[in-house]
Structures are given as C-alpha cells and as structure tokens.
C-alpha cells in the first residue's frame, strides 16, 4: 500500500518548483532532499502537474517495488523512468470527437494480440494523455509490420485515421 503522501506540504513544494520552471526531475530531487519519500514525491509532482491525486495513486501502483531497484543515491533514475513512461502527465480531457477516435483505436488493439511492451507502455501513454495522432501513427506502424493482414484492426484504424487524420488518410490504411 502507497504511503499517504503529506499533501499539503509536498504538493505545494512541488507546485512552486515547477511555476519556477524547474522541470519534474529536478523537482522530484528536490522534493526527497527535504525529507519525502520516493512514492510520496512521485505521487506530489504528479499531482502539482495536474493529475488528482487519485489517479497518481492508481498510475504509481504499476510501479510498486520501482524505488526498491534503485540504490538511495540513484533514485534519479527512477524518476527518468517515471517520466519516460508519461507517469508525470496528466490525463487528457478529450471532446467528442476526440472520444470517437480513441474508442476506434481502442477496438484496433482489442483485434490484436503480441503488442510488445515496450510499445504498449507507450500506446498506454499516449492515449491516456490525448497524443491520438502519436498513438494512431504508432500503431500504423506496427500494423505493417505485425497484422498486415487483421481486417478488423485496419477497418478500426482507418475509422480513427478519418477522425484524427482525415485529409492524410483514406481507403489506403491497411495494406
């Protein structure tokens, strides 16, 4: 269980460092220089970048064990990897349309099987921050090289080109 962070303290620590233009790492580090702990200073930068703090709770929880792999001194790398993997950015509000093309690529990836991880991780991320175009451009090109062939995930994804790309895609997605 993720420890109850001192919201108050840490989150407005968090909340001044990055309005002074120091970025998630650097704030992060600073944050365990004055006494908070690894998950506690994750869960406050998220939270002072604009997540609630319910969903850093939920997107830490996949990382449980992350700080016991890194040695005291070497926490930084931790938190690289936190941001690599978009733990920091918030969840995208998205509009209707926006809405209608992620539940296109959603059903692309429901049609398919062997995404590798690294490559989920990275879809994860940009869907759930509103990169659509990344995601769908992502997946385009694992589509050509993974299911050439899977009718269902190109039907879905050139319903989701003609939202998200509509004058760059046409009948031409999916080989």
């Given at each position: 269980m993720l420890p109850?962070?001192?919201d108050a303290r840490w989150v407005e620590s968090a909340g001044r460092g990055l309005a002074?233009?120091?970025g998630v790492r650097a704030t992060f580090l600073h944050l365990l220089r004055d006494g908070a702990d690894p998950d506690a200073a994750a869960i406050a930068v998220c939270v002072a970048a604009g997540s609630r703090r319910e969903e850093a709770v939920d997107r830490l929880r996949q990382f449980a064990g992350l700080w016991d792999a890194f040695?005291?001194?070497r926490e930084a790398d931790g938190v690289d990897l936190l941001?690599?993997?978009?733990?920091f950015e918030p969840d995208?509000?998205?509009d209707d349309r926006q809405?209608?093309?992620l539940a296109h690529l959603r059903a692309a990836l429901r049609s398919v099987v062997g995404i590798p991880s690294g490559s989920a991780a990275t879809l994860s991320t940009h869907l759930r921050t509103g990169r659509l175009v990344d995601a769908y451009r992502q997946l385009e090109?694992?589509?050509?090289?993974?299911w050439p062939g899977n009718a269902q995930f190109w039907a879905a994804m050139r319903q989701a080109g003609q939202i998200i790309e509509p004058d760059a895609h046409s009948e031409n997605v999916g080989r």
């Open positions: 109850e962070p001192d002074e233009g120091d040695p005291p001194e941001v690599l993997l978009g733990y995208a509000v998205l809405q209608a093309a090109h694992l589509g050509d090289r993974r």
